[in-house]
C-alpha cells in the first residue's frame, strides 16, 4: 500500500476506533480521543481546505449526541483540522518533541474551542475544564498520537 | 498555455482557503441554527452512519443484563415449578412472577420499559439514549423514572429510539415537595466542582420552612411533566438562603444517573393521580438504586 493511502486507512480506523470505545462500549472519558488524533494526522497529509471539511465531518459525527452544545465539536474540529494542516507550512514535524507537541497543543485547543462554543449553561468552570482536565487528556491524546505515527513509519507526511 | 508551477500553487493555495472559509463558515452555520435542524441533522447521523456503534452498545447491554437476570430467571422457574406441583392456579403463578416486576406493577400499565445507554461522547455526559420510540408511545417531556426514583425527562422521540436527559443537565427542573407535602420548592441541578460529584438543589423553599437532614423530596406534579410523588432525593444540608425570604437545600439524589441501565417511561398521565405508593423499600428489582430503605432517615415530613 502506498504511504499516503496507509495514512488514510490508519484515519479511517482510529474513527472507527473512536465511535466503537465511546458509543458502542460505552468507555466516556476512559478511551482515548482517537478522533482527534485521527484528525491531526490527517490534517498534516492534506491542505487547509481538505483539513477544514475533514475536522466538519469529525465534528459532526461527534455532535450526533451532543442535545444541548450541537455544533460545538464542529465548530472546534474544523478550526483545528484547518489549523493542523497549516502548521505543515511553518513546522517540518520529523522530531518527537514536535509531534508530541502537536499531539497535545491539538487537543487543547480543541478543548478551549469546544468550551467556548459550548456556552456558559452546558460547561464547567475554565479552570477545572481547561486547566485540569483539558491538560490530562492531551497528554493521554499526545502519547497515543506518537503511538499511531510509530506505527504508520514512514507513511507520516507523504504531502508534498 | 500552463500555468508556472508557483502559479499554479497560488491558485491551489487560494482555493484551500476559500475552502477553509467555507468550511468554517458551514461550521458555525450548524452551531447557530435552530434546535429543529439540529436535531435533524443529529438524528441522521445517529440513524445512519453511527447507528452500527449505538447497535453495538445496545447488544452489549443486554448481555449485561441477561447475565445479571439469569439467577433470577432460574428463581422464577424454579418458582414456578413449584407452583405446577403445589397444583396452585394459572392465576397465583402469573402473581408470583408479577412480583419479579415489581416497581413495574406498582406503577401499572402507562409506562414502558426501555434499556438506556450512554454516548459517551464530548459534550453528551447527560443524555440518555433509550431504546424505546415512538411506536412504544412515548412522547416529549415524557418522565424516565429508574427503581430508585427519578431519572430525567425524553427530549427527542424517534422510531427506534429516544433521547432523553438525566437530573444532572443544567437544564432539568422539576417542581418538588416533601413527602407530606408541607413543603414545596422546585429542583435544579448544579454541575459539580472538580472531584465532586453533581447534586441537585432544592430552591425556592420559603424562609420560615426548615427541612431536616435526610427528609425525603418527591416531586409535586406542578407543571404537569412529571407525576405527583416520584422520589428525587433526600435533604443533605442547606446551601443557602436569601435576605429571609428563601432558602435553598443540597439534595442527594436517589438515583445516581451513571449506574442505571434501565429505566420505565413514563407514556401519559397515571390513572389513579400520583405515585406516592409506588416507590417503597422494595423497589430494587433495576439497577439505578442508590437510595437505601434501610437508612434510618425519616421518609415523611421532616419539616422543623
Redesign the interface.
Known amino acids: 500500500m502506498r504511504g499516503g493511502g496507509r495514512v488514510w486507512w490508519v484515519v479511517a480506523m482510529l474513527v472507527v476506533a473512536h465511535f466503537f470505545l465511546h458509543v458502542g462500549l460505552g468507555l466516556g472519558g476512559g478511551a482515548p480521543d482517537l478522533l482527534t488524533v485521527a484528525l491531526l494526522v490527517g490534517a498534516r497529509e492534506t491542505r487547509m481546505g481538505n483539513a477544514a471539511a475533514l475536522g466538519f465531518a469529525f465534528g459532526l459525527l461527534e455532535d450526533a449526541f451532543s442535545v444541548l452544545a450541537f455544533g460545538a465539536n464542529t465548530v472546534a474540529m474544523t478550526i483545528v483540522g484547518a489549523s493542523g494542516a497549516r502548521t505543515r507550512d511553518l513546522f517540518v514535524g520529523d522530531s518527537l518533541i514536535f509531534l508530541v507537541s502537536y499531539m497535545f497543543l491539538g487537543k487543547w485547543v480543541r478543548d478551549l474551542l469546544h468550551w467556548i462554543s459550548m456556552g456558559e449553561g452546558a460547561r464547567h468552570s475554565f479552570v477545572e475544564a481547561l486547566l485540569i482536565g483539558a491538560p490530562l487528556e492531551a497528554a493521554y491524546v499526545a502519547v497515543v498520537g506518537v503511538v499511531v505515527v510509530a506505527v504508520l513509519g514512514g507513511s507520516w507526511e507523504t504531502v508534498s | 498555455m500552463p500555468p508556472f508551477s508557483g502559479e499554479l500553487g497560488e491558485v491551489?493555495g487560494r482555493?484551500?482557503?476559500?475552502?477553509?472559509v467555507?468550511?468554517?463558515g458551514?461550521?458555525?452555520i450548524?452551531?447557530?441554527?435552530g434546535p429543529a435542524t439540529?436535531?435533524r441533522?443529529?438524528a441522521f447521523?445517529?440513524q445512519t452512519?453511527?447507528r452500527?456503534?449505538?447497535l453495538?452498545?445496545q447488544g452489549?447491554a443486554q448481555a449485561r443484563v441477561n447475565a445479571a437476570t439469569a439467577d433470577l430467571l432460574q428463581t422464577a422457574v424454579d418458582s414456578l415449578e413449584a407452583e405446577l406441583i403445589n397444583q396452585r392456579t394459572l392465576r397465583e403463578e402469573n402473581a408470583q412472577l408479577r412480583t419479579l416486576l415489581a416497581l413495574s406493577e406498582r406503577l401499572g400499565d402507562n409506562f414502558v420499559a426501555a434499556s438506556v445507554?450512554?454516548?459517551?461522547?464530548?459534550?453528551?455526559e447527560s443524555?440518555l439514549?433509550l431504546d424505546a420510540g415512538a411506536p412504544q408511545g412515548i412522547q416529549v417531556n415524557a418522565p424516565i423514572i429508574a427503581s430508585g426514583g427519578l431519572l430525567g425527562v425524553v427530549?427527542?422521540v424517534r422510531d427506534r429510539t429516544s433521547?432523553g436527559?438525566d437530573w444532572s443537565?443544567?437544564?432539568f427542573r422539576a417542581a418538588a415537595m416533601t413527602e407530606d407535602a408541607s413543603v414545596s420548592g422546585f429542583i435544579e441541578a448544579r454541575?459539580?466542582?472538580?472531584g465532586d460529584l453533581d447534586r441537585l438543589l432544592l430552591n425556592g423553599v420559603p424562609f420560615h420552612q426548615q427541612l431536616e437532614p435526610g427528609t425525603q423530596i418527591v416531586t409535586s406534579g406542578l407543571g404537569g411533566v412529571f407525576p405527583r410523588g416520584i422520589p428525587i432525593g433526600v435533604v443533605d444540608s442547606e446551601a443557602e438562603s436569601r435576605a429571609g425570604w428563601l432558602r435553598a437545600y443540597w439534595l442527594r439524589p436517589v438515583v445516581n444517573p451513571g449506574e442505571v441501565t434501565h429505566a420505565l417511561v413514563s407514556l401519559g398521565p397515571t390513572g389513579g393521580g400520583g405515585l406516592e405508593t409506588a416507590f417503597d423499600s422494595g423497589a430494587d428489582s433495576l439497577s439505578g438504586n442508590n437510595g437505601d430503605p434501610d437508612d434510618g432517615l425519616p421518609r415523611n415530613g421532616g419539616v422543623r
Open positions: 491551489r482555493g484551500q482557503l476559500y475552502g477553509m467555507t468550511m468554517v458551514l461550521a458555525l450548524v452551531w447557530s441554527s439540529k436535531q441533522i443529529a447521523l445517529r452512519v453511527l452500527p456503534f449505538v453495538t452498545q452489549i445507554l450512554r454516548a459517551g461522547t464530548a459534550g453528551s443524555i439514549i427530549r427527542e433521547i436527559v443537565n443544567p437544564d454541575q459539580r466542582v472538580f
